[in-house]
């Protein structure tokens, strides 16, 4: 059988990076992508920053507000997903000049299957050195490319050689490789798992290879078993392509934290038209909704339920989000966040019933006639009331 070849491409702090090719005046100085910190007072978090930021110590989901105090001195910008989104689509078109298996990640970085591709691009290292160049050339942007065997370890080594880097790791490298690298590298090893293996005196993935199969099984469960597969450089997982977002999801950050269940509704139900809205934008519905509640102290809870048929109506959507905090809230307690979430997905042009439902049909035209309203006049003109 041929060797898979396959290239984990991750795209350079990419939303601060967009930010400083449009507008030149920020190259060079510490970007910071997220919520208004409001002079050190801000509710949110960093979505990313760039490099010149990261070296006063800020970094993605940083607290915004701790991210100010860092550095007051750097440029604090909102999230512009609308133009990051075209950005990444113009990235994508050149992933698949070079292969049609492309597996999307997140919007930023992707798993491209380069096997057989030698003919048309040439060795692995050259055909990503191409991409690489392509995406400098025609985006004035940066990647960082690892290429191996097996998918892991691909991402592993784009991680290793950012920014901008390019590492490929062969097949008779790759425990060579990945033995010295801390415990926490390995897929599947969380924060609680890595501070369990440390206790076992397990620090790095070679001292985890080492281990029995059946005793790390006797101390994990199935997980051990796949950890000691990824731990000796073994990952049958394919890239899939045409892989579609497996979720869409809002979140909402309260300048001050509230118990207030009107607002708590209110907000909840704005969530709920978003996703409802996006969800419809991209052609889906979706059977499993979710909600994040967080409250002050950071500690946060999520619940989820599953429905028989699968919606993108905001009615649907907002029934099942007030069910669920109903049945999760406990009064007085203060909120700090609140996220929906619809996963699930279904295209929404799959026929679900041969006989039509007039209800349905009559919900369908009313959300297309509110999608048409913010369309023309914004995605303020029009919203449900409680």
Not at 361 to 385: M, P, Q, T, W, Y
Request: charged share 30%; glycine share 6%; with cysteine.
């Amino acid at each position: 059988m041929m060797e898979k070849i396959i290239a984990h491409v991750d795209m350079d702090a990419f939303f601060a990076a967009i930010e400083q090719r449009d507008n030149p005046l920020l190259s060079g100085k510490p970007v910071v992508v997220g919520a208004d910190p409001k002079k050190g007072k801000g509710r949110g978090v960093v979505s990313t920053c760039s490099y010149e930021a990261r070296r006063y110590g800020i970094h993605s989901a940083m607290p915004i507000s701790q991210a100010f105090r860092k550095c007051p001195q750097a440029v604090f910008l909102p999230v512009r997903m609308a133009r990051y989104s075209e950005v990444s689509s113009q990235i994508f078109s050149i992933f698949f000049d070079f292969t049609p298996d492309v597996e999307p990640v997140s919007i930023d970085e992707a798993f491209l299957d380069l096997s057989g591709t030698q003919s048309l691009h040439g060795v692995p290292l050259e055909a990503a050195r191409k991409i690489k160049q392509r995406i400098k050339e025609t985006l004035h942007l940066t990647a960082s490319i690892g290429i191996a065997p097996v998918k892991m370890v691909a991402k592993i080594a784009s991680d290793f050689c950012k920014p901008d880097g390019l590492l490929e790791v062969r097949k008779e490298n790759i425990l060579g490789f990945l033995w010295p690298l801390p415990i926490e590298k390995l897929w599947g090893v969380g924060p609680k798992t890595k501070d369990f293996l440390n206790e076992q005196q397990i620090f790095t993935i070679g001292d985890l290879a080492k281990v029995r199969e059946d005793k790390l099984c006797d101390m994990l469960g199935e997980h051990g078993l796949s950890l000691y597969a990824l731990a000796h450089g073994i990952d049958e997982r394919e890239v899939e392509q045409g892989q579609e977002a497996k979720s869409v999801s809002h979140e909402h950050t309260f300048e001050k934290d509230t118990a207030d269940k009107e607002t708590l509704f209110k907000v909840l139900l704005m969530l709920s038209e978003k996703v409802s809205r996006r969800l419809r934008l991209d052609d889906f519905k979706g059977r499993t909704i979710s909600i994040k509640v967080r409250l002050e102290g950071f500690k946060t809870y999520t619940r989820a339920v599953t429905l028989a048929e699968p919606t993108n109506f905001v009615d649907d959507i907002f029934a099942n989000v007030k069910m669920l905090f109903t049945g999760l809230y406990v009064c007085g307690a203060k909120v700090r966040l609140l996220g929906v979430r619809v996963s699930g997905f279904h295209s929404q042009y799959v026929q679900e019933s041969l006989f039509e439902d007039k209800k349905k049909d009559k919900a369908e035209r009313v959300h297309k006639a509110v999608d048409l309203i913010k369309d023309k006049f914004g995605e303020k003109s029009i919203h449900r009331a409680l």
